[in-house]
């Protein structure tokens, strides 16, 4: 049972760094997919 206070099960500094990477990568992604939303080909409606 000594070897279970030797290592440590959950390490929170790499835990809080892979949260804060994932979090990065979400807000990119949404950044990118509302960019493409809003700067496509604006098309004249006013010929409908």
Known sequence: MKI???IPLVSW???IW???VFAA???VL???VLALMSG???ED???L
């Open 4 to 6: 279970l206070h030797v």
């Open 13 to 15: 500094e790499n835990g």
């Open 18 to 20: 892979m949260i804060g």
């Open 25 to 27: 990568v979400v807000i």
């Open 30 to 32: 949404i950044g990118a």
């Open 40 to 42: 496509g080909k604006k």
């Open 45 to 47: 409606t006013k010929k």
